[in-house]
């Protein structure tokens, strides 16, 4: 991944420009020294050579001088001497003067030389430092672009794409370049994307750019939600330079909120049961009671029996309460039996798993309970020799039907005579079952102890599901 653009922060900007202008300010006043220097040096070894040749045409011309007229006066000779001595005098000196001025230019120039190397070498320093400082700052960049979970990606005017990361890559299928310009609109639900442009087209340095919609997953196709956003990155003056934006998956976040707006729904709705089933509990128990101390007990045991079918529903986790556990939960409460339901006194037998409507879950818990009260009160679980078998089955494959039998009983009461403990578990059962579930439900006083059965609706979606199997 290359960042383009990649720049350090404000000040030090400014500070590079700084020097970056002083050193060109610095390399062009040494150049032109330099340049002077130079054509200074080669005026004066101009004239220094010039000033050699006349020197060697004098010496040349005073010989010949000499050799050509040996009659010449002795004066003359000295004169003409005097004045070529003189002219190679003022010409030595002017040589001298010469070569003096040269040299200190060559110091000049050295000593400008090395100052202009000096300079060069602390900003070579200098850029390889922030060149290392970028390097360093990019390397993290990249580590956390890589390292979070978001979509990333860069843009300019309103939603040209100009990079995108690997998680966006990885994730659509689309790469870096098919997703520059407006390719990335590919990956988002063609439902989705005139929403999309239309948010783009509001966007403006004042306001960033905010969008929900779904991203296609190139690796099945399946879309999901996605929440993206985008921040502007603004020049001193305000005016945008470009986007930089993320794409987060709330799909599961949303999915979540339906579960919570479901549950809330639900949980209220079996908070008013519940308070209905509460009530016509204690106004029934109140009713069949005939001292307080007989309310308290059975009111005491009934409500435990809901508690206990709460605790189960709210243990469910989204799934259906199955007739099993509701079985098992209700006789642990009364009995010694294991992880399978049975017990010294109590077998159990039927297929594992058959869902509740959970509408008729606390009603058919509470007949459970008064049908196992009973029988360790009065019936089979009141004496040795007693027995109580429950065994259920599915009907049709559209209802669970579920038979409970207590067997060993000596002293079963006659049909018509009055109920031991008020007759509520047999109204339950006779009465509230089929009117307010639509159970089949019937009650029988065998000769050695009672036949109860019960059968009601299977959820709809288990029958679906085991249509779809067949």
Known sequence: MHFTGSNPDGETLVRLRDENEQLRTALESSLEENSRLTEDRDRLLGRVTALGRELQGLHATHARAR??????????SDLASSASDEELRVAFEELQVLTEELEVANDSLQRLNSELEARVAERTRALTEANHVLRRTEARLFTLVNGIPQLVWRAVDHGDWTWSSTQWSDYTQLSNAK?????????FHPDDREGARQAWARVDAQHGFTFEGRIRRGADGCYRHFQTRASPVLTPEGVVLEWLGTSTDIDDLLTLRAQQSVLVDELQHRTRNLMAVAQAV??????GS?????FRRCISDRFDALTRVQGLLSRRGGQRISFDALLRAELCAHVDIDAQGNGAQVSIGGPDGVPLETALVQTLALALHELATNAVKYGALARPGGHLSVRWH????????VEWRETGVPDVPAAEATPKGGGYGRELIERALPYQLGARTSFTFMPDGVLCTIEV???RERLLKERSNV
């Not at 050799?67 to 003359?76: F, K, L």
């Not at 005939?290 to 007989?294: A, D, G, H, P, R």
């Not at 599915?394 to 039907?401: A, F, K, Q, S």
């Open 67 to 76: 050799q050509a007229d040996r009659a010449t006066t002795e004066n003359a």
């Open 179 to 187: 997703s520059q310009g407006i390719g990335w609109l590919d990956a």
């Open 282 to 287: 204690m106004l029934r128990t109140l009713k």
């Open 290 to 294: 005939s001292s307080l101390e007989e």
């Open 394 to 401: 599915i009907v049709d494959g559209e209802r669970l039907h």
């Open 457 to 459: 609706d299977i959820p």
